[in-house]
């Protein structure tokens, strides 16, 4: 059976970059969409954007870490949209200090772990119930390439030299949630899975990235809107199955 159309998608940091473009295009293909950004101003002008193509776009204020807003925007959906089918994780962030495991600052390690692991365990803690009014739930989570334990111990791989603990073990820790979430929603027709966009020129690496925006959007589009016979409790790039 096919994903229906118009379902309700929550995407968090969809103000700009792989965020807003997962958003434009789950909003081309009919679903209503709930923009979740930290800054009204920020996240009202993608409001005023996707409305300008004819798409349905509602801001919901979210900052990962601050659990009021994190509360704040459960009981807004609650009280307007009354379910949420789809959850993108897509919020996350790097640390200026953040670097090799011998060097890096703790604190800048502890900052990135905030947004990216607990920010997102405790949004997706707060949409659970949302969730679980959905026919058919879809939980994406934004992992990378530089979180997978297998690339980065193998020399050979491009992705070996990269070295920046907090953003890669927040993004491993991540993942972990994808498949222990998995596991736990296993008969709840939630699917929880994680999303590898790719090396993507954003504002995350100063637009050095290889790919187009659209192009890192790809995987986590098409998570979201997989049939309720896709899979679970796994991590896929735009190509397929990535190894943990
Ligand atoms: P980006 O252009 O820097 O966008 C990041 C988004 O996250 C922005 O909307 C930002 O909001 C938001 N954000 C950051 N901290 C937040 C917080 N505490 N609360 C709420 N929102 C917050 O980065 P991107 O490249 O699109 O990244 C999107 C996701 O893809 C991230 O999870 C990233 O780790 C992942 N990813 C990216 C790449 C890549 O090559 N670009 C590769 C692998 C994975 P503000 O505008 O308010 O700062």
Redesign the pocket.
């Known amino acids: 059976m096919q994903t229906p159309k118009d379902r309700i998608a929550l995407v968090?940091?969809?103000?700009?970059?792989?965020?807003?473009?997962i958003a434009r295009q789950l909003g081309q293909e009919g679903h209503h969409i709930l923009v979740?950004?930290?800054?009204r101003g920020?996240g009202q002008t993608a409001v005023a954007e996707l409305g300008s193509k004819g798409f349905a776009a509602r801001f919901v204020q979210?900052?990962?870490?601050?659990l009021d807003t994190i509360a704040g925007a459960a009981a807004d959906i609650e009280a307007h949209e009354g379910r949420l089918d789809i959850l993108i994780?897509?919020?996350?962030?790097?640390s200026s200090g953040d670097g090799s495991p011998g060097a890096a600052s703790l604190e800048a390690v502890r900052n990135t772990f905030?947004?990216?692991f607990f920010?997102t365990l405790a949004v997706t803690q707060a949409m659970l119930p949302l969730l679980k009014r959905s026919a058919s739930g879809r939980i994406v989570n934004?992992?990378?390439?530089?979180d997978s334990l297998t690339q980065t111990g193998d020399p050979s791989s491009e992705f070996a030299e990269f070295r920046f603990i907090g953003?890669g073990a927040s993004?491993a820790a991540l993942n972990m949630l994808t498949v222990q979430l998995a596991a736990e929603l296993k008969d709840s027709g939630i699917k929880v899975n994680s999303a590898?966009?790719?090396?993507?020129?954003?504002?995350?690496?100063g637009r050095r990235?290889r790919?187009t925006?659209p192009e890192?959007a790809a995987a986590a589009v098409r998570l979201a809107l997989m049939p309720d016979e896709g899979p679970t409790g796994g991590f896929f790039n735009a190509s397929g199955p990535q190894p943990w």
């Open positions: 968090t940091g969809a103000n700009k970059g792989i965020g807003f473009e979740g950004a930290r800054d920020r979210i900052d990962l870490t601050k994780n897509n919020a996350g962030s790097t905030d947004t990216n920010g934004l992992s990378s390439g530089l953003y993004k590898d966009p790719g090396y993507t020129a954003t504002d995350l690496n990235g790919q925006i890192g």
